[in-house]
């Protein structure tokens, strides 16, 4: 599994209470991803993603433009080492 890749993600902007999270784990589930999403205390949500690089693409085009009643100001995302032994992506 040398493809496998892993991102960390933090989403700016108006993400929280407005379905960021189901949304995030909707579209990270139907690409095959596993990892986690979370709303922070300072209104961000955070997680990570592993999967293919193709499929963590789509993912990072979906978390900039957020389910339609969110507002994405900034994306930041950095790649982490892969993890083992995950299987499903939670929120």
């Known amino acids: 599994?040398?493809?496998v890749k892993r991102i960390a993600f933090t989403v700016h902007g108006t993400v929280q209470g407005v379905g960021f999270r189901d949304f995030v784990q909707r579209k990270a589930t139907s690409?095959?991803?596993t990892g986690y999403v979370k709303n922070t205390p300072n209104?961000?949500?955070a997680g990570e993603a592993q999967?293919?690089?193709g499929s963590l693409k789509k993912l990072k085009a979906d978390l900039?433009?957020?389910p339609r009643l969110a507002h994405v100001v900034?994306?930041?995302t950095k790649e982490l080492d892969p993890k083992e032994g995950e299987s499903s992506f939670e929120a």
């Open 1 to 3: 599994m040398s493809n």
């Open 64 to 66: 900039n433009d957020g």
């Open 51 to 53: 999967g293919d690089e």
């Open 74 to 76: 900034k994306l930041e």
């Open 31 to 33: 690409y095959g991803l």
């Open 43 to 45: 209104g961000k949500v």
